[in-house]
C-alpha cells in the first residue's frame, strides 16, 4: 500500500503569516489527492482536490501544489478561523489513505 | 443544498452486529459514488469503504481493517446509503461519517455530521 506522511504534525504560527503543510507519497499518486480542515469539534471539510483545485467557496488563502511524490498545502496570511487540524487524503487507487494530520493553532 | 445525515450509531458488545444508514438530500443521490469514514476519538481520519454509481456497476471496495466484516449498500430509490456492520470490535468504536465522492474525482466532497459507535464489554 502506498504510505503517505504528513509534516510537521503540529504547528504554531502567528495571524497573517504564511504557513505550509507537506504531505509525502511513498509512490506516485499523480495528481489525486485532495486536503481537508476539521475546525475542534466539526465535520471534515474539503479544501483541495487534484491537487491544486481550490474547492468552490474556499478561501483563496488556500492553495496547493505537487511536485513528483511531494504535495503542499498553504495558507497565505493564517486567520483565527483556520485553527484546525489539515488532513492529505490520495485516491489514486484504493486504499484511500489520509495523512495523520497536522494541527495548526494560533501564536 | 446538498445533504447527507447519518443514523444508526449506539453502545453494542464486541461481537454484534449494527447496521448505519446515511440519507441524501438536495441532489441526485443516484449520480454520486458514496463512501464511509471513520474517526476513532481523538485520533485521525480513515476511509473504510465506498459504492459507486450504479452507472458504474455499483462496484465496493473496502479497507483491510474491515474487508469480509463491513458491508457497503445503497437504494438509490429511496437516497439511502447503508453501511452493515458486523463482528465488531472494540476498534471500530470511532464517529462514522457518509461521504460523497465528487464527479469526476475522488475526494469526499459533501460529509455528514457523523454518527458515533462505540464497541466496548
Known amino acids: 500500500d502506498i504510505q503517505m506522511t504528513q509534516s510537521p504534525s503540529s504547528l504554531s504560527a502567528s495571524v497573517g503569516d504564511r504557513v505550509a503543510i507537506t504531505c509525502r507519497a511513498s509512490q506516485g499518486i499523480g495528481n489525486s489527492l485532495a486536503w481537508y480542515q476539521q475546525i475542534p469539534g466539526k465535520v471534515p471539510k474539503l479544501l483541495i482536490h487534484s491537487a491544486s483545485t481550490l474547492q468552490s467557496g474556499v478561501p483563496s488563502r488556500f492553495s496547493g501544489s505537487a511536485s513528483g511524490t511531494e504535495f503542499t498545502l498553504t495558507i497565505n496570511s493564517l486567520q483565527p478561523e483556520d485553527v484546525a487540524t489539515y488532513y492529505c487524503?490520495?485516491?489514486?487507487?484504493?486504499?484511500?489513505?489520509f495523512g495523520q494530520g497536522t494541527k495548526v493553532d494560533i501564536k | 443544498e446538498a445533504q447527507l445525515v447519518e443514523s444508526g450509531g449506539g453502545l453494542l458488545q464486541p461481537g454484534r452486529s449494527l447496521r448505519l444508514s446515511c440519507i441524501a438530500s438536495g441532489f441526485t443521490f443516484g449520480d454520486y459514488a458514496m463512501s464511509w469514514v471513520r474517526q476513532a476519538p481523538g485520533m485521525g481520519l480513515e476511509w473504510i469503504t465506498f459504492?459507486?454509481?450504479?452507472?458504474?456497476?455499483?462496484?465496493?471496495e473496502y479497507a483491510a481493517s474491515v474487508k469480509g466484516r463491513f458491508t457497503i449498500s445503497r437504494d438509490d430509490s429511496k437516497s439511502f446509503a447503508y453501511l452493515q456492520m458486523n463482528s465488531l470490535k472494540t476498534d471500530d468504536t470511532a464517529v462514522y461519517y457518509c461521504?460523497?465522492?465528487?464527479?469526476?474525482?475522488?475526494?469526499?466532497?459533501?460529509w455528514g455530521q457523523g454518527t458515533m459507535v462505540t464497541v466496548s464489554s
Open positions: 459504492i459507486t454509481s450504479r452507472a458504474y456497476g455499483g462496484t465496493t
Open positions: 487524503q490520495k485516491y489514486n487507487s484504493v486504499p484511500w489513505t
Open positions: 461521504t460523497r465522492i465528487a464527479v469526476g474525482g475522488n475526494a469526499f466532497d459533501i
